[in-house]
């Protein structure tokens, strides 16, 4: 069964920092670009950052360049998301998503962890 689990989220102060996991299991990890999105109440999902199956290329949305750092270990299958000095309109559900390198087959979805940012 395939499944991307994420963990992580939780309530972090304005220019707090949180580091998000996703677990991964029940495909061929390695052959998959790891995507992180995020999606705030009444808005579309966004992308965040990206990851090509290698770990070898990065990608990330404008708004969080120089503060998120998107990183993958594929000995454990994981996926990771540090986001530093957070913002309160970051205040989302975050989703590790996975897409084939190939752009053959289907891509995954997580559930999902809440991050929100409040003092």
């Known amino acids: 069964q395939v499944q991307l689990v994420e963990s992580g989220g939780g309530l972090v102060q304005p220019g707090g920092s949180l580091r998000l996991s996703c677990a991964a299991s029940g495909f061929s990890f390695n052959n998959y670009v790891m995507k992180w999105y995020r999606q705030a109440p009444g808005k579309e999902r966004g992308l965040v950052a990206t990851?090509?199956?290698?770990?070898?290329?990065?990608n990330y949305a404008d708004s969080v360049k120089g503060r998120f750092t998107i990183s993958r270990d594929n000995r454990k299958n994981m996926v990771y998301l540090q986001m530093n000095s957070l913002k309160p309109e970051e205040t989302a559900v975050y989703y590790c998503n996975a897409f084939p390198s190939r752009g053959s087959g289907r891509n995954y979805w997580g559930q999902g962890t809440q991050v929100t940012v409040s003092s």
């Open positions: 990851i090509l199956s290698n770990g070898g290329s990065t």
